[in-house]
């Protein structure tokens, strides 16, 4: 298992700072092979068993996916995509990522890295004209150093709420607002904030001149034939489904809804599948770039879990590491698990609130040593 050490917030290479070092370390997982017959029904025999008693038994609706080797293990769907209309919800059902839509933002800026379009050592003000917090790089909005107050909580406080504010909303809001917020000082330490992917879906859009949505479409969507997959803007609100609470009751559109970056990527799994299979067995990124992106940044306090740029990990005591993303938006909770070591991905994806989904930690033993005890929710 390769060990990957953390350059911290500014980085630490000032004569190459436009790319990633082309001498890096890297890890692919193992190039596919089949599963055998046996293998086969093991694993889907106690997926199932899992899918059963922690999800279908508590009224879960959404999709479930699990793959090994690249090849699909388990996949099934359940519940319906509009509780009141009850229509069922299938292979083509696109449900709102939430947080992982942080992933798809996160490789978008690092795609810009990778081409030398920006420098993710620059500061932020570089980019975003007038923001006014010194210190405050590209690199800390990734991974979650940037000492920012999250936008989700401290504009329910001075925003109007029957305004629907956007992102740039937001990006005015922290320049206005700079004396009433509580702000941390930058790479001091780890506080996870969606204020920081709301700023870089700006970034993306100021370095490229393509709106977010439109740059994920060209840039990986469209060659990777992720056709079910989009970034919601008003002209997708009406195929957007809706999500509900654990009582079935539809979640209302709040102020909120129209900001993305950190959130409102919609996908299906099998979409999601896709992208997972083009990070791992293709050339999308160099080796270079995915080195940066799982490697942890945050070591202030102990302990087994850290964030890289734009990835959460999990390294279990025996040196296996996990590098996946959960979310939870309204009545949305997802996961997104990557055994990379062990070629295996599961995929969940829910539109009415289940904490269970949460759960799906246990099957991931089945693939390895990846046995713990501790929470991995959003």
């Given amino acids: 298992m390769l060990t990957f050490v953390s350059l911290g917030c500014f980085g630490t290479n000032p004569k190459k700072p436009d790319a990633p070092k082309e001498d890096s370390t890297h890890y692919y997982p193992p190039t596919p092979v089949a599963i055998d017959q046996s293998a086969f029904r093991k694993y889907f025999r106690e997926i199932n068993d899992f899918y059963e008693s922690s999800l279908d038994a508590t009224g879960f609706s959404g999709s479930m996916l699990v793959a090994k080797n690249g090849q699909i293990i388990f996949e099934k769907y359940s519940g319906f995509e509009d509780q009141a209309h009850k229509?069922?919800?299938?292979?083509?059902?696109?449900?709102?990522?939430?947080?992982?839509?942080?992933?798809?933002?996160?490789?978008?800026?690092?795609?810009?890295?990778?081409?030398?379009?920006?420098?993710?050592?620059?500061?932020?003000?570089?980019?975003?004209?007038?923001?006014?917090?010194?210190?405050?790089?590209?690199?800390?909005?990734?991974?979650?150093?940037?000492?920012?107050?999250?936008?989700?909580?401290?504009?329910?406080?001075?925003?109007?709420?029957?305004?629907?504010?956007?992102?740039?909303?937001?990006?005015?809001?922290?320049?206005?607002?700079?004396?009433?917020?509580?702000?941390?000082?930058?790479?001091?330490?780890?506080?996870?904030?969606?204020?920081?992917?709301?700023?870089?879906?700006?970034?993306?859009?100021?370095?490229?001149?393509?709106?977010?949505?439109?740059?994920?479409?060209?840039?990986?969507?469209?060659?990777?034939?992720?056709?079910?997959?989009?970034?919601?803007?008003?002209?997708d609100s009406l195929r957007a489904l809706p999500s509900f609470n654990w009582r079935g009751q539809r979640e209302p559109v709040t102020f909120l809804d129209g900001v993305y970056g950190d959130k409102n990527v919609y996908c299906t799994a099998r979409d999601l599948m896709k992208w997972n299979d083009a990070l791992s067995y293709t050339p999308l990124f160099k080796p270079a770039t995915l080195d940066s992106a799982y490697s942890g940044y945050s070591f202030e306090k102990p302990g087994r879990k850290n964030y890289g740029l734009g990835w959460r990990m999990y390294t279990y005591p025996n040196g296996k590491k996990l590098i996946y993303h959960n979310g939870w938006w309204h009545g949305n909770n997802t996961v997104f698990a990557r055994m990379l070591e062990d070629s295996a991905t599961v995929i969940i994806l829910g539109n009415k609130y289940n904490r269970n989904i949460y759960k799906a930690k246990k099957i991931f033993p089945l693939f390895g040593h990846y046995d713990s005890e501790e929470d991995t929710e959003e």
């Avoid at 420098?119 to 003000?125: A, H, L, M």
Wanted: net charge positive; hydrophobic share 40%.
């Fill in 87 to 235: 229509d069922s919800v299938n292979e083509h059902s696109a449900f709102h990522l939430a947080s992982v839509s942080k992933t798809f933002t996160a490789m978008a800026i690092l795609k810009l890295w990778e081409n030398g379009q920006l420098n993710i050592n620059d500061e932020v003000s570089k980019y975003l004209t007038g923001f006014n917090y010194p210190g405050v790089t590209i690199k800390c909005l990734l991974s979650h150093r940037s000492g920012l107050p999250n936008y989700v909580h401290v504009m329910e406080k001075y925003w109007d709420r029957n305004k629907m504010a956007t992102n740039q909303d937001v990006l005015q809001f922290l320049i206005d607002n700079k004396q009433k917020l509580q702000v941390g000082a930058p790479n001091r330490g780890f506080s996870y904030c969606n204020t920081n992917y709301a700023l870089l879906a700006l970034v993306v859009e100021k370095v490229s001149g393509k709106w977010l949505g439109e740059f994920l479409k060209t840039t990986f969507f469209q060659p990777l034939q992720m056709n079910e997959t989009y970034v919601l803007s008003q002209a």
